[in-house]
Nanobody
């Protein structure tokens, strides 16, 4: 599966952004999907994940209550709604397909990143 993330940009602290990840292939609904982020000089970290059918989600503690992951299997897409953004959320955001997990090593397919910059 090929993944293409989009929707990043510059936003003020307290604002919102919605990231999208478009996937190719006819078996998208079989894949659990995740969002990760990586800031310059830091390791890639888990943000959120969703099961293939969309009936289960997990979040990093730092984003829980502010971010929402969702998917539309009919459109081969997964989304990350980000609200109440903070300067610390500034990062490159990556979507990935694989196991339902918080760990980067459990994901087999990765999209290119989309940059989110939050100004304080």
């Amino acid at each position: 599966v090929q993944l293409q993330a989009s929707g990043g940009g510059l936003v003020q602290a307290g604002g919102s952004l919605r990231l999208s990840c478009a996937a190719s292939g006819r078996t998208f609904s079989r894949y659990n999907m995740g969002w990760f982020r990586q800031a310059p000089g830091k390791e890639r970290e888990f943000v959120a994940a969703i099961t293939g059918p969309g009936d289960g989600t997990i979040y990093a503690g730092s984003v829980k209550g502010r971010f929402t992951i969702s998917r539309d299997n009919a459109k081969n897409a997964v989304y990350l709604q980000m609200n109440s953004l903070k300067a610390g959320d500034t990062s490159g955001y990556y979507c990935a397909a694989g196991r339902y997990s918080r760990f980067t090593t459990d994901y087999f397919f990765w999209g290119q990143g989309t940059l989110v910059t939050v100004s304080s």
